[in-house]
């Protein structure tokens, strides 16, 4: 498992001690024994964009990183499919709606008798093996790039 994606790295609270590169070496390694970083070694680049050896007390900003990363994320996909690039066969963009609405994980959001997002929008959300990526997801299903963060999907083509 990738240490980006549990919750003690998206809280931000260990953001200040990891980034730190001389008193966070022991930290890192003892994360590098469990989870999978970048590039795999004990200094390795923040996967949130954090910069050694801040002192911005950067928990107060981790969620609206990760919520920035996923409008940023969303407006591509968006851009994409207004363009008509990669855009998916009416039929797979019913079967992967179709996926959502009867969510295996119980993480679709609705609106009246449809789905409407995964998970609350714009929050990227990991807990348990399940993840929410916060799309609306009429919007995501068309983009043949886009999958579901759980790989609940039918494979495009």
Same mark, same amino acid.
């Given at each position: 498992?990738?240490?980006?994606? $549990?919750?003690?790295?998206?809280? =931000?609270?260990?953001?200040?001690?990891?980034?730190? @590169?001389?008193?966070?070496?022991?930290?890192?390694?003892?994360?590098?024994?469990?989870?999978?970083?970048?590039?795999?070694?004990?200094?390795?680049?923040?996967?949130?964009? /954090?910069?050694?050896? $801040?002192? !911005?007390?950067?928990?107060?900003?981790?969620?609206? /990183? $990760?919520?920035?990363?996923?409008?940023?994320?969303?407006?591509?996909?968006?851009?994409? $499919?207004?363009?008509?690039?990669?855009?998916?066969? &009416?039929?797979? !963009?019913?079967?992967?709606?179709?996926?959502? &609405? @009867?969510?295996? =994980?119980?993480?679709?959001?609705?609106?009246?008798?449809?789905?409407?997002? +995964?998970? @609350?929008?714009?929050?990227?959300?990991?807990?348990?093996?399940?993840?929410? +990526?916060? +799309?609306?997801?009429?919007?995501?299903?068309?983009?043949?790039?886009?999958?579901?963060?759980?790989?609940?999907?039918?494979?495009?083509?």
């Amino acid at each position: 498992m990738r240490y980006a994606d $549990t919750a003690a790295c998206q809280s =931000g609270g260990h953001c200040r001690l990891c980034r730190d @590169r001389e008193s966070g070496r022991k930290f890192r390694l003892a994360v590098l024994q469990d989870f999978e970083v970048p590039g795999g070694e004990v200094d390795f680049e923040c996967p949130h964009g /954090i910069p050694w050896d $801040t002192d !911005v007390e950067v928990s107060r900003f981790s969620g609206a /990183i $990760t919520r920035a990363r996923a409008a940023a994320h969303g407006a591509l996909s968006v851009l994409r $499919t207004s363009l008509g690039v990669g855009l998916l066969p &009416r039929p797979e !963009v019913e079967a992967r709606l179709s996926v959502c &609405r @009867r969510c295996p =994980g119980g993480l679709a959001v609705m609106r009246g008798d449809d789905v409407y997002t +995964c998970g @609350r929008l714009l929050e990227v959300h990991r807990e348990q093996g399940r993840s929410t +990526c916060g +799309c609306v997801l009429r919007m995501k299903a068309v983009d043949a790039e886009e999958d579901c963060p759980n790989a609940w999907w039918p494979r495009a083509g």
